[in-house]
């Protein structure tokens, strides 16, 4: 009598788990994964997310679809994960702004803290100031001079209103007091080609995309944003040793997934993204392109959010930068 009971109440909680989307852990993965990339193929956080997801495919045995959603600085794709079933099946790969920036600046459809929950940090890696070879500044301390002299001429790209990129040229603006015009895109990927053409003057770019163009004489590398010089690019100087002094912004990229996940689903997830990004290939790969393989524990994640979200909040105070609404 008892086991009939306890058949019928395991029978009823799949029952509940099926009728929610909610897949039971244990057949879990049975189908493909989508990975929201909340930004245009061609960026840093695009080449993150096909790179680790290439490895999370050999690992779970099914297919990672990387599914690109570009718009209003990373909100749209990061809606779609705060909204979607709790079954392990939508993940998001998310930049500081969905995260910990843009709650500060504007009214968002989720909440980042109750609607999306952490699994693994993925990578760190600085930003670097590119500029058009057309710009005559060849050092900051040059940039800043023909900033001073053009009030409101200079423009700068950023991967959308709210990034990491944008807050750099806010920083800019504060620590060398200049008047720089931002000028917003839906990721790195379709920045790059406006400023490759001459369409704006410079670009606080994640280190992925740009350094190619660098390499090649398309764009012309000035400085990065830590307060230690590169490994991939070690001939670039900080922007402490350009002359502003204690610039320091980076830029990360994290997996969450919809709040609700079955614990032993993030679990499963956390074990092969960081599996993925101690791969010595993969690790190669990245540091190529002057990014640093992170992984964490979904606890260390929350903790690191928090920290980054009390900077940026600060510096949006210190910036008065707006957001889109």
């Known amino acids: ?10 029978f009823a909680a799949a029952g509940l788990m099926a009728a929610s989307g909610v897949a039971p852990a244990q057949s879990y993965p049975a189908k493909s994964i989508r990975v929201i990339a909340p930004y245009a193929a061609g960026g840093a956080l695009d080449l993150t997310a096909r790179l680790v997801g290439q490895k999370m495919n050999d690992g779970l045995k099914q297919t990672i679809v990387i599914d690109n959603r570009p718009g209003a600085g990373g909100v749209i794709g990061a809606d779609i994960v705060a909204k979607a079933a709790p079954d392990g099946y939508t993940l998001l790969l998310a930049s500081p702004a969905e995260i910990a920036v843009l709650p500060h600046l504007q009214k968002m459809p989720y909440s980042a803290d109750r609607d999306l ?55 800019l603006k504060i620590t060398a007091k200049v008047d720089l015009v931002h000028v917003p895109y ?37 400085a990065v944003t830590t307060l230690k010089r590169s490994p991939a690019a070690p001939e ?87 957001g889109t609404d």
């Open 1 to 10: 009598m008892r086991s009939a009971i306890r058949l019928a109440r395991n």
């Open 117 to 171: 929950i952490p699994v693994s940090l993925a990578v760190i890696t600085p930003l670097i100031l590119v500029v058009h070879p057309s710009l005559p500044a060849k050092t900051i301390k040059e940039l800043i001079a023909i900033a001073r002299a053009r009030p409101g001429q200079l423009t700068y790209a950023s991967a959308g209103t709210g990034g990491v990129q944008h807050l750099a040229g806010e920083l």
């Open 236 to 322: 670039v100087p900080t922007m402490t040793e350009g002359g502003v002094a204690g610039f320091d912004i980076s830029n990360w990229f994290a997996y969450f997934l919809p709040a609700g996940t079955p614990a032993d689903i993030v679990a499963r997830l956390n074990a092969e993204i960081v599996r993925g990004l101690r791969l010595p290939d993969v690790r190669t790969k990245l540091a190529d392109v002057g990014a640093e393989a992170a992984g964490s524990t979904p606890e260390e994640l929350a903790r690191f959010v928090r920290a980054e979200s009390e900077k940026f909040a600060a510096l949006i105070r210190l910036s008065g930068a707006k």
């Open 186 to 222: 839906k990721g790195a990927g379709p920045a790059m080609p406006d400023l490759i053409g001459g369409h704006v003057a410079m670009f606080f770019s994640g280190m992925p995309p740009a350094m190619p163009h660098v390499r090649a004489g398309k764009l012309r590398a000035l």
